[in-house]
C-alpha cells in the first residue's frame, strides 16, 4: 500500500522553541494532506487541511499562528510548531490523500512525538 | 465537542470468539464512516468503511454495521485473532473526501 513517513519521529525541545514535523508521500501524490493531534487515550483531533499550493484551512479551536502548515509540494507538508510550550506536548499525526482516491484512500503516517520540556 | 464518541474504552475477548466494537455519532451530515485499526506508536491503518446509504458491509472476518436512524456502528470481527490486538478508532466523514472526527478508540484484546 501506500507510504507516508514522518520526520522526525520523537523530538524533545525547550519550551519557546519551534520545532517542524515533516509528513512526506513516499510513492503518491497527496493533493491533500491533514494533520491530526492525538492525546493520551483520546482521539485523534483534525488540526488543519492543507491542499498544494494554498493556505491550510484550520479547525476552529486551532491557531494558525502557533501551528504553520505548508504544503509546498505534491508530496510533501511540514507542520511548524512555533513558540513550542509544554501544554503543546502530544501525538502529531498526518495523512495524505491522492487525488484519485476516496475518502478511505487517506494513508496515515507513523506519528511524532513532540515533548516540550 | 465529540461528535463520534465510542464509549468502551477497552474489550477483552478469547481467540475464536467475536469481537464487537461500538460506536455513536451525533452529527446527521455524517454520511461515510471508517473504522482503522492502530498499534502502539504508529499510525492508524485503514480497515473497512460504510457509505451511509448501506446499512452494512463486509469484508472478511471484519463487517461493520450501520444504522443511522439510532446514529450507531458497530465492528463486528469474527472470529478474533491475537494479531487483532490493537486499538480500533471509529471515524466519520460529512463529505466525500476530507476531514474526519475521529472517536476515542477502543483497546481489543484478543486472548490465545
Same mark, same amino acid.
Given at each position: 500500500g501506500a507510504v507516508v513517513s514522518q520526520h522526525p519521529s520523537w523530538v524533545i525541545c525547550k519550551s519557546g522553541t519551534s520545532v517542524k514535523i515533516e509528513c512526506r508521500s513516499l510513492d503518491f501524490q497527496a493533493t491533500t494532506m491533514f494533520w491530526y493531534r492525538q492525546f493520551p487515550k483520546q482521539s485523534l483531533m483534525l488540526m488543519a487541511t492543507s491542499n498544494e499550493g494554498s493556505k491550510a484551512t484550520y479547525e476552529q479551536g486551532v491557531e494558525k499562528d502557533k501551528f504553520l502548515i505548508n504544503h +509546498? &509540494?505534491?508530496?510533501l507538508s511540514t507542520l511548524t510548531v512555533t513558540? +513550542?510550550?509544554?501544554?503543546? &506536548?502530544s501525538f502529531y499525526i498526518c495523512s495524505a490523500r491522492s487525488g484519485t482516491g476516496g475518502v478511505d484512500t487517506q494513508y496515515f503516517g507513523p506519528g511524532t512525538r513532540l515533548t516540550v520540556l | 465537542d465529540q461528535q463520534v464518541k465510542q464509549n468502551s474504552p477497552s474489550l477483552s475477548v478469547q481467540e475464536g470468539r467475536i469481537s464487537i466494537l461500538n460506536c455513536d455519532y451525533t452529527n446527521s451530515m455524517f454520511d461515510y464512516f471508517l473504522w482503522y485499526k492502530k498499534y502502539p506508536a504508529e499510525g492508524p491503518t485503514f480497515l473497512i468503511s460504510i457509505s451511509s446509504i448501506k446499512d452494512k458491509n463486509e469484508d472478511g472476518r471484519f463487517t461493520v454495521f450501520l444504522n443511522k436512524s439510532a446514529k450507531h456502528l458497530s465492528l463486528h470481527i469474527v472470529p478474533s485473532q491475537p494479531g487483532d490486538s490493537a486499538v480500533y478508532f471509529c471515524a466519520a466523514s460529512p463529505n466525500t473526501g476530507n476531514q474526519f472526527y475521529f472517536g476515542t478508540g477502543t483497546s481489543l484484546t484478543v486472548i490465545p
Amino acid at each position: 500500500g501506500a507510504v507516508v513517513s514522518q520526520h522526525p519521529s520523537w523530538v524533545i525541545c525547550k519550551s519557546g522553541t519551534s520545532v517542524k514535523i515533516e509528513c512526506r508521500s513516499l510513492d503518491f501524490q497527496a493533493t491533500t494532506m491533514f494533520w491530526y493531534r492525538q492525546f493520551p487515550k483520546q482521539s485523534l483531533m483534525l488540526m488543519a487541511t492543507s491542499n498544494e499550493g494554498s493556505k491550510a484551512t484550520y479547525e476552529q479551536g486551532v491557531e494558525k499562528d502557533k501551528f504553520l502548515i505548508n504544503h +509546498a &509540494s505534491l508530496t510533501l507538508s511540514t507542520l511548524t510548531v512555533t513558540s +513550542a510550550h509544554p501544554e503543546d &506536548s502530544s501525538f502529531y499525526i498526518c495523512s495524505a490523500r491522492s487525488g484519485t482516491g476516496g475518502v478511505d484512500t487517506q494513508y496515515f503516517g507513523p506519528g511524532t512525538r513532540l515533548t516540550v520540556l | 465537542d465529540q461528535q463520534v464518541k465510542q464509549n468502551s474504552p477497552s474489550l477483552s475477548v478469547q481467540e475464536g470468539r467475536i469481537s464487537i466494537l461500538n460506536c455513536d455519532y451525533t452529527n446527521s451530515m455524517f454520511d461515510y464512516f471508517l473504522w482503522y485499526k492502530k498499534y502502539p506508536a504508529e499510525g492508524p491503518t485503514f480497515l473497512i468503511s460504510i457509505s451511509s446509504i448501506k446499512d452494512k458491509n463486509e469484508d472478511g472476518r471484519f463487517t461493520v454495521f450501520l444504522n443511522k436512524s439510532a446514529k450507531h456502528l458497530s465492528l463486528h470481527i469474527v472470529p478474533s485473532q491475537p494479531g487483532d490486538s490493537a486499538v480500533y478508532f471509529c471515524a466519520a466523514s460529512p463529505n466525500t473526501g476530507n476531514q474526519f472526527y475521529f472517536g476515542t478508540g477502543t483497546s481489543l484484546t484478543v486472548i490465545p
